[in-house]
């Protein structure tokens, strides 16, 4: 119960207070218009004997319907929080806290169940993630982000049917307990720089070969995969991940683009293509026990602006069709020198066979940001950690794998500075560096001065406007609500009206515009709404 005071006298008594006192609520198949909100439930999930129904333990099961469970808490429950079958209800904002031993906050119980899912939090007890079953997908779905730190957990193989699509969204972590993936349909893993996929082992002490990997049919040549993170797969026993094939990530005579992958910790091959020909950018190979890449059975991808780390004593890339070259240039093989092979004397990065054309290689694993200037403003960027500082036109600097950069523009006080390539937010702007990066900033002037006339001409400065009257005749000069960080010297013999206080449309208000000293040699100026600092 919630309260524990079974016995009404207003004080909960120990035995109140324990996992299982009570089993918890079954929604049936005509149930799918329930609603929990804002609820509270303590000490369910009641696991012995039949449970809820049907040996099924939960403190909430949905059985083929659509429930809307929002902004509940679920505390010290003896089994799962909510159980999910064939279901797309709407999990939203829970909290999830000391599920039982070997438990789930969150189970589905068949592959058909593709909840709207986030916003959750689980800690305490029991297997903090969404348990899945072994089995395949026979209708498309996603999986959304369930929350931070919710990963979805594998209990055995999981297989992605022909024409079924599953698309796993940025941010998310799929665990396995040791089988592997296989897609025969769609696998749609599309992560971000700032939100990427990350595949791995259950194990809390992980190892190489954890478990099995991803295995990509031919018949899986419209999945995508980039932003992702493969690790501790490549299982190197028995059959393998399919057929003796021994590797993190193989791809079966399909060639989907692979764009920021990272593979490491493979007990064996960390990629293996076998008739298959992607475009690999911007991506890591590292620790893999066998080959990093292995090109099998003819395949001729293009491997670019990539990362092959290791020693010279370790195999980066192999080509057991010597004849078709593959074309890998403008990669890091590991060292400055290159890449260890008969035709570089001196390379000390990984080992590649013949058949691989490496030339133009990058003397270090770091990427390029480029910083475009350009605008009617003025000003600078800076970046954080150090290496751009450009005040004008084009710079450059090298930063390491993944980090994080920080620009920072300060534009002149009539400017305001504009983005392009990055993630923007006022005067900063930030990106992660998995790959070479061109950033544009646009420093735009104000225009927070008019000069009527027959033709209204917007200016940023005062002083701009003022020049533009020349020498004779008179004119009027509007500025914004703004404070304007010059000095102005009216020294031409014109009569001048300088109005302050407009909006951004230049219609009166009751506001001031502020201008730092003001100098009159020649001429008039009538101000109005002006104020003198």
Request: charged share 10%; hydrophobic share 35%.
């Amino acid at each position: 119960s919630v309260g524990g005071d079974t016995n009404g006298n207003g004080t909960p008594i120990p035995s109140d207070l324990d996992i299982g006192n009570w089993m918890g609520i079954y929604l049936s198949p005509a149930a799918g218009n329930s609603v929990f909100n804002n609820c509270d439930f303590a000490y369910a999930g009641y696991f012995h004997d039949v449970g809820l129904i049907n040996y099924n333990y939960a403190v909430i099961f949905a059985d083929t319907c659509s429930p809307q469970i929002s902004n509940c808490s679920f505390k010290n429950s003896e089994s799962n929080g909510i159980q999910l079958k064939s279901s797309n209800a709407t999990v939203s904002g829970n909290s999830f806290t000391n599920m039982g031993v070997g438990y789930y906050p969150i189970l589905y119980s068949s592959l058909d169940t593709f909840p709207t899912i986030t916003g959750n939090t689980t800690s305490g007890s029991g297997f903090n993630g969404i348990g899945l079953p072994a089995g395949a997908f026979a209708v498309s779905g996603n999986w959304n982000l369930p929350g931070g730190n919710f990963p979805y957990l594998m209990n055995g193989p999981l297989t992605v049917n022909s024409n079924v699509a599953l698309t796993i969204a940025p941010g998310n972590t799929v665990k396995s307990n040791f089988d592997g993936i296989y897609v025969n349909g769609a696998l749609s893993a599309v992560g971000t720089a700032q939100l990427p996929i990350t595949f791995t082992t259950r194990n809390s002490s992980p190892t190489p070969g954890n478990w099995l990997g991803i295995y990509l049919s031919p018949s899986a040549g419209a999945s995508a995969l980039s932003h992702i993170s493969i690790l501790y797969a490549g299982y190197w026993h028995g059959t393998g991940l399919i057929n003796y094939h021994y590797a993190s990530l193989f791809l079966d005579s399909i060639s989907p683009n692979l764009a920021n992958i990272s593979i490491s910790n493979s007990e064996w091959n960390c990629l293996e293509l076998k008739s298959a020909s992607p475009a690999i950018t911007n991506s890591s190979f590292e620790k893999c026990g066998g080959i990093q890449i292995a090109a099998t059975s003819g395949s001729l991808p293009t491997v670019s602006t990539s990362r092959f780390i290791g020693s010279s004593s370790e195999w980066g890339f192999t080509n057991d069709t010597t004849a078709k070259v593959i074309n890998a240039r403008n990669n890091f093989w590991g060292a400055s020198s290159g890449p260890n092979h008969a035709s570089n004397p001196g390379g000390a990065g990984v080992k590649i066979s013949d058949g691989i054309d490496y030339s133009s290689y990058r003397v270090d694993g770091q990427y390029v940001l480029t910083i475009t200037i350009n605008g009617t403003g003025i000003g600078s960027v800076n970046s954080s950690p150090s290496g751009i500082s450009c005040s004008s036109n084009q710079c450059s600097a090298s930063f390491d794998y993944l980090q994080s950069v920080i620009l920072t523009a300060t534009p002149s006080w009539y400017s305001s500075p504009g983005w392009i390539g990055c993630t923007s937010a006022g005067n900063n702007c930030s990106t992660i560096m998995d790959s070479d990066k061109s950033i544009t900033t646009t420093f735009n002037a104000n225009n927070n001065v008019r000069l009527n006339g027959s033709t209204p001409t917007l200016y940023s400065r005062i002083m701009d406007a003022y020049n533009a009257i020349g020498v004779i005749g008179s004119g009027t000069i509007q500025a914004q609500v703004f404070s304007f960080m010059e000095n102005p010297v009216f020294g031409n013999p014109v009569a001048v009206t300088l109005e302050g206080g407009s909006d951004v449309n230049f219609n009166p208000t009751n506001g001031y515009s502020a201008i730092g000293q003001m100098s009159i040699a020649k001429g008039s100026v009538t101000i109005k709404n002006i104020v003198i600092k």
